[in-house]
């Protein structure tokens, strides 16, 4: 087993959720260590950021190959742990490796200095350059845990920055082989020190002891994590729990809808932020719409093997197999109907859970508002896409949300008007989720900031805006220099507003 950069006093036992035996002890943190990383990182981030854009690229280019040739380990590894398929572990490669190439090309042109629009033409000339935070805290959670920390990590590293990770113990031996790889490559390995342990000493240590956080998990620790770095003067992206919409319109192909909904709701068993968790499908279609989908998620091959021949895979902890239980328990007490799955299955796991598809979920049901974050879907039906669109937004949430029509243009005016992060159009989250270049983060109580593209960069840079004088007429001083000039200056405001000038 790869070890932790800093090693704890004491272990804690990490169940493998394919058989519920133990898979190994992982060392955890002390506040100290955290401290002693913390100190450690911030020496060696000096010479990292001094190594310069153009080495950072060729270390993470190099990074992005090493973690492709080690792919199948880190799909048995984030298998093992996690209880997904190894399409859906398959999906968290492909995404660290994108992100990985997307940040080593793309970062020296978002952080370079650039000229703005100087406030007085000719006279001054303003520029922009960017300093890297020097130490950025990471917590990350089980679900995705190489992908989301490398959607962190690997930016903090391109800007310069160096990074304290604190792992969950479930995914911590994909995510401490991942850091194994750019090790290899060259990152150093003081510049990203791991550490492992409970949240609320652990990460509160990391918290306390960075210049900017990254925290993806649930809307309460969020909350409590936000709250954290604001008394500390630090700002923080918080990625965070979401209830996510699938509106099928009614010029979608019910049939198609049905076989890429199933997609959309299942994968990583809805272990996963952006899954979709509410259907709303058009009156007109409604019937053969939910017959297939209920169909096709009863048909689903659910597997432990650490293959490609699994649809879904496991829960991925005992502690998610009661949620899930309970949600579908309760929805059941109150009145919803069962079309597929709504039970657990020994037979496959410890943790196994057969995907769940519900009608007739009312308000008064847990599942109805709150993030199930397991295999558990309602469908409803609506008479417009205004009353489709009313529902979707009735939440606290706005992380993401699906649109699947027969008509692009259709969809896109609907997507603008849905109150959410990320909307994909006739797929469920693998758009936006794979597009390395644009944002991703949530609206309302789904968090604050963003990951990806240049936000996701800008994030870990502090700008500082140098203007110079130079020197061709010198600005009013005195009240009488000032008389002399103001009338020049006012007509100097009224010309640039005549040439549009920003
Ligand atoms: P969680 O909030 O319980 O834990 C997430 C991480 O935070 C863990 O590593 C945990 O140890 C740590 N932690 C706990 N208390 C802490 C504290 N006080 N300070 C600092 N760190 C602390 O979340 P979870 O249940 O493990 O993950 C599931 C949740 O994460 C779901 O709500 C899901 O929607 C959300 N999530 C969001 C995204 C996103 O990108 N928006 C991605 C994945 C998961």
């Known amino acids: 087993m790869a070890q932790l950069s800093v090693s704890g006093a004491s272990t804690t036992t990490v169940i493998a959720p394919f058989t519920g035996t133990a898979l190994h002890e992982l060392p955890l943190s002390s506040i100290r260590d955290v401290q002693d990383a913390a100190e450690g990182a911030r020496e060696a981030q000096r010479e990292w950021h001094a190594a310069g854009f153009a080495h950072r690229r060729r270390v993470l280019l190099r990074a992005h190959d090493v973690l492709l040739e080690r792919r199948e380990e880190l799909l048995d590894l984030l298998q093992t742990e996690t209880g997904k398929t190894r399409g859906q572990a398959f999906e968290e490669i492909f995404q660290a ?17 650039k000229r703005r629009r100087a406030g007085i033409p000719l006279l001054m000339t303003t520029r922009v350059s960017y300093s890297p935070k020097a130490l950025v805290g990471v917590v990350t959670p089980w679900n995705y845990p190489v992908a989301l920390g490398a959607m962190d990590i690997v930016p903090a590293l391109a800007a310069g920055s160096a990074v304290i990770q604190k792992i969950d113990n479930q995914g911590a031996l994909a995510m401490l082989a991942t850091r194994e790889a750019y090790i290899e490559a060259g990152v150093p390995a003081e510049v990203w020190p791991i550490v492992a342990g409970p949240g609320n000493e652990v990460g509160n240590a990391v918290v306390d002891s960075c210049d900017y956080v990254c925290f993806t998990g649930s809307t309460p620790t969020g909350t409590k994590v936000g709250e954290r770095a604001a008394a500390r003067l630090i700002s923080a992206s918080l990625e965070l729990g979401g209830k996510n919409p699938l509106l099928v319109l009614a010029d979608a192909d019910p049939a198609k809808a049905a076989r890429d909904a199933v997609y959309a709701c299942f994968a990583s068993m809805g272990q996963l932020c952006v899954s979709i968790e509410r259907i709303y499908v058009h009156e007109s279609i409604a019937e053969e719409f939910t017959r297939e989908f ?135 989250y693998r758009g936006s989720f794979s597009s390395v270049d644009a944002p991703m983060g949530g609206m309302k109580n789904s968090g604050l900031g963003r990951r990806n ?20 007429l010198q600005l009013p001083r005195s009240g009488a220099e000032f008389a002399a000039m103001a009338g020049l200056m006012i007509t100097l405001l009224g010309l640039l507003k005549v040439l549009r000038r920003r």
């Open 97 to 113: 490796a994108s992100v990985t190439r997307y940040y080593a090309v793309s970062a020296q042109s978002v952080l370079a200095t």
């Open 294 to 428: 209920a169909l096709r998620v009863g048909a689903l091959t659910q597997s432990a093997a650490l293959d490609f021949s699994g649809d879904v895979g496991s829960l991925t902890s005992q502690a998610q197999l009661e949620r899930v239980q309970a949600h579908v328990d309760d929805a059941v007490a109150k009145g919803a109907t069962v079309l597929a799955g709504g039970v657990a299955r020994p037979e496959l796991g410890p943790y196994f859970f057969a995907p769940t598809v519900l009608t007739n979920v009312t308000a008064d049901m847990q599942c109805f508002a709150d993030e199930t974050f397991g295999p558990v879907v309602a469908i409803s039906t609506v008479s417009s896409d205004a009353e489709a669109i009313e529902l979707a937004n009735n939440t606290e949430f706005g992380l993401n949300a699906s649109i699947f029509s027969g008509s692009l243009a259709h969809a896109r005016r609907l997507a603008d008007r849905l109150n959410a992060g990320s909307v994909n159009i006739n797929e469920g």
């Open 453 to 472: 593209g240049p936000e996701g960069i800008l994030r870990f840079a502090q700008s500082r805006t140098v203007s110079q004088s130079n020197g061709i």
